[in-house]
């Protein structure tokens, strides 16, 4: 078991684009963070001395109290030794970026901040209905610098609509003074269920062309490489040791524990995932009858996430991982795909090492589904 990440579903408001589970009303929050602490307890045959990463996202975990993280921490520090712990990392808004919080943050071991910035365009701000300004994203970077946190990452979103107003480039610029140690830069997707995709839904929001994706995605990781960043996953970006140790875990399929509504675990061929639902989280915690789902994935499920999370990584595809796993006749369509897919240089291949060509990473995706085991 190498990592635990906590889900915390509540945010001040809900951002146009996001699907991730949350909700904006907070009157079940104390509640909530009672029932994490109760599922730390079900599972604690779970916890081993090899977890080497905390990661606590959301939602919005910095709109917690100090009081409830301190909880917990307490919760956690009972099953590991959280001095131990190599990454413990926390998402938080700029508008949270305050003396107050993040002198809390430090002093209970949180070594690294991910910070939801998105944009540097109040104007793009607003429209994403992120619920933040410029000025406070200036000011709590500088605040984090002062309080003295080394390990940063920032979230930035490109690939907005072209009838927006934006500049990108000098957006990321502006971002780049302040030295973070890793950058995740996300293509603005449009998901239904979402306002943006019910805007999408009634024409009045269109997605940019891909031949535009491809130059905003080609000009931020040429400009992020020549600034010694290493491009190591399709979205994230870092400084030399700084990659996200708990996120490359998920890209490695190793082990986690995955607490709190939605979140998902991961452990000896069986994934589980939470009740998407804060009220029936709450309740079949507090009843102790099942709060998750699981299924055990095949062989071939782990084949064809390994060759799906491998084609986004820098790392890449170990070819000889799949060919010892599946049948001749297989192996035959394996090769020749990946044949078709040297020649025309949307991948390379060295040593048995399967990658994507950095200027085709956005057909990762692609290439997963036209590699994908289908027999069982």
């Known amino acids: 078991m190498s990592g635990i990440y ?15 589970h949350f909700s904006t009303s907070m009157k079940s929050k104390n509640e909530m963070i009672d029932c994490i602490v109760k599922e ?12 080497d990463s905390v990661y606590i996202g959301g939602g919005t975990p910095s709109v917690m109290t100090n009081l409830e993280l301190e909880t917990i921490f307490n919760g956690l520090e009972k099953k590991i030794s959280i ?9 938080i808004n700029p508008e949270d970026l305050i003396n107050e919080k993040l002198e809390f943050y430090y002093e209970i071991g949180i070594n690294r901040l991910s910070i939801g910035i998105q944009s540097m365009n109040n104007n793009i701000l607003k429209w994403m209905n992120r619920s933040h300004n410029k000025n406070q994203i200036i000011n709590g970077l500088n605040t984090v610098k002062e309080i003295g946190y080394e390990n940063i990452s920032l979230d930035f979103i490109y690939g907005t609509p072209k009838n927006l107003t934006r500049d990108y480039k000098a957006e990321l610029l ?5 030295n973070p140690t890793h950058l995740s830069c996300y293509h603005l997707t449009i998901e239904d269920g979402t306002y943006f995709g019910y805007l999408e839904k009634k024409r009045k929001i269109k997605r940019i062309e891909d031949d535009v994706s491809q130059k905003e995605f080609q000009w931020i990781s040429e ?6 960043y290493q491009h190591y996953e399709i979205s994230n970006f870092a400084l030399q040791g700084k990659q996200s140790f708990h996120n490359s875990n998920y890209w490695n399929q190793s082990s986690y524990i995955g607490l709190g509504p939605g979140a998902h675990s ?25 709060y998750f789902e699981q299924e055990v994935l095949s062989p071939y499920d782990l084949v064809n996430e390994k060759i799906m999370l491998g084609l986004r990584t820098l790392n890449g595809l170990d070819k000889n991982y799949i060919f010892s796993i599946v049948p001749q006749s297989i192996k035959d369509e394996i090769e020749r795909k ?8 949307i991948i390379i291949s060295t040593n048995n090492i399967i990658s994507m060509n950095p200027e085709k990473w956005l057909l990762s995706e692609y290439v997963s589904r036209e590699l994908f085991i289908l027999k069982e």
């Open 6 to 20: 906590i889900h915390i579903p509540y945010c001040k408001q809900a951002c146009h684009y996001c699907d991730f």
């Open 338 to 345: 990946l044949n078709m897919f040297l020649k025309d240089e």
């Open 266 to 290: 991961f452990r000896n061929s069986t994934r589980r995932w939470n009740i998407s639902n804060n009220r029936l989280y709450i309740k079949n915690i507090k009843a102790g009858v099942p």
């Open 40 to 51: 730390m307890d079900i599972r604690k045959s779970e916890f081993s001395k090899k977890i």
């Open 83 to 91: 001095s131990d712990i190599k990454e413990i990392t926390i998402e």
């Open 223 to 228: 400009k992020l490489k020549s600034k010694k």
């Open 174 to 178: 502006e971002i780049l003074k302040f």
